[in-house]
Each structure stands twice: as C-alpha cells, then as structure tokens.
C-alpha cells in the first residue's frame, strides 16, 4: 500500500519540476506538447531541477511573473 504513496509522490514532484522547466523555458523556444520526445522531456525536467535547487533562478520567475501581469518593459 505504501508503493501506492511512494509512486504518487513521485509522479507529483516530476510535474513540479516539468511545469517550471516549461515555465522557464523561453516562449520561443518551447515545443507544443504533443512534439515532445523523450529528450525534450528529460531535458525540460533538468531544467525545473536546476530552477528549485538555484535561488537566482526564483527571482526569474518572480519577474517572468511581474512582466506577464503588466505586460512588456520598456
């Protein structure tokens, strides 16, 4: 019963680091979901790794965050 958990954590920790790997990944250069193979995949999720275990890559978001809100610097 416990593998049931193990799994569960799992699989919610790899969509963690899969949507912020995406998040980070410049517009321009982001594959349409159905056009990722498993190296864009794997690659997408060490992207989201190196995000969670870096502190200056939070503050990135925090400004990906602040543009999309109120729209370009100029």
Do not use: C
Request: proline share 4%.
């Amino acid at each position: 019963m416990w593998i049931i958990l193990v799994l569960f954590l799992a699989f919610g920790y790899a969509v963690v680091l899969f949507g912020m790997g995406r998040f980070l990944q410049p517009s321009h250069d982001r594959l349409g979901l159905k056009r990722l193979d498993n190296p864009a995949v794997f690659q997408t999720l060490a992207r989201g790794w190196a995000t969670l275990t870096s502190a200056g890559s939070l503050v990135r978001i925090t400004d990906e965050l602040v543009v999309r809100r109120r729209g370009p610097r100029r």
